[in-house]
């Protein structure tokens, strides 16, 4: 198993690099694919989404300067993308990016893929009415049980600020839950 800097050196290398990025999605698909799933809520728009993102990733791979951890990289990215994923979607349907992410939460219910009970819906629909920042990171404490110090690294904002905001985004999540 090569460590961060050996996959890095065979990722910029051309012998190496396809070989590389092999092990990478291998190594990375899983939480990637969660960590997009919970921004844009279906598994299919998740896969085309994971997609683009590793696309973007093998044709970016030599910008990374290595000021973060590879993984933070990769997971800015997959962020990025869900965004511009959700904005195009909103524009196509011609309606605000809230009202694309409460009609994909609304859309849970009859996703096949979809393996949560009444409460995890009910979860998902509190979730959905956070501003986007908010939801990011809840999703990337609640779901993924990221550091602090990792979110700050991908979203690119202090350690503080995530706390406050995962702290209020909790406050308002048991509002929604405990209202009638």
Do not use: C
Request: hydrophobic share 40%; glycine share 2%; charged share 25%.
């Amino acid at each position: 198993m090569l460590n961060e800097e050996e996959l890095l050196q065979q990722l910029k290398s051309e012998i190496h690099k396809e070989q590389a990025f092999r092990a990478l999605i291998t190594l990375y698909k899983e939480r990637l694919y969660w960590h997009i799933r919970n921004i844009v809520k279906s598994h299919d728009d998740a896969d085309d989404v994971l997609q683009n993102t590793f696309i973007k990733i093998f044709k970016n791979i030599n910008n990374f300067k290595g000021d973060s951890k590879l993984y933070s990289w990769m997971y800015r990215i997959a962020t990025n993308e869900s965004i511009t994923f959700i904005n195009k979607n909103a524009k196509r349907l011609q309606i605000s990016t809230e009202q694309a992410q409460k009609l994909a939460v609304n859309n849970l219910a009859s996703d096949v893929y979809f393996e949560g009970n009444e409460i995890q819906l009910k979860l998902q629909q509190a979730i959905a009415t956070l501003p986007d920042k908010q939801q990011m990171v809840f999703n990337m404490k609640y779901f993924q049980d990221l550091k602090y110090k990792e979110m700050a690294d991908i979203l690119k904002t202090s350690e503080g600020a995530l706390k406050a905001s995962y702290h209020i985004a909790v406050k308002k999540i048991e509002t929604y839950l405990t209202q009638d």
